[in-house]
Nanobody, 121 residues
Framework: QVQLVESGGGLVQAGGSLRLSCAAS??????????MGWLRQAPGKEREFVAA????????YYADSVKGRFTISRDNAENTMYLQMNSLKAEDTAVYCC????????????WGQGTQVTVSS
């Protein structure tokens, strides 16, 4: 069983920045062998997969909506993944969830409870 715990969300003004973290744990879960990603869910909107990173950190994927503003990274020694979000817009408001990617780049098999990001305009 794997646990994915997100943190770092909050309220920020448009144009601001936030850094989300995802801590992964599990007795048999080898974080360093999995591609990971971030998806978001906003009220009234479809779930959107915004970014993914392969097991080594050498390959990344970004949705067009966040390309150039968000950066995904990971620290395999710490079993942690990050999402640096810059130039935030009101439309980035959503619950952001950490996900395990089993079909590159945006097929997620499981995800955490999420952290709320609210961008005020």
């Amino acid at each position: 069983q794997v646990q994915l715990v997100e943190s770092g969300g909050g309220l920020v003004q448009a144009g601001g920045s936030l850094r989300l973290s995802c801590a992964a744990s599990g007795r048999t879960f080898r974080f360093s062998t999995y591609s990971m990603g971030w998806l978001r869910q906003a009220p009234g909107k479809e779930r959107e997969f915004v970014a993914a990173i392969d097991w080594s950190g050498g390959d990344t994927y970004y949705a067009d909506s966040v390309k150039g503003r968000f950066t995904i990274s990971r620290d395999n020694a710490e079993n942690t993944m990050y999402l640096q979000m810059n130039s935030l817009k009101a439309e980035d408001t959503a619950v952001y969830c950490c996900a395990i990617v089993d079909r590159w780049p945006y097929g997620a098999s499981s995800w955490g409870q999420g952290t709320q990001v609210t961008v005020s305009s």
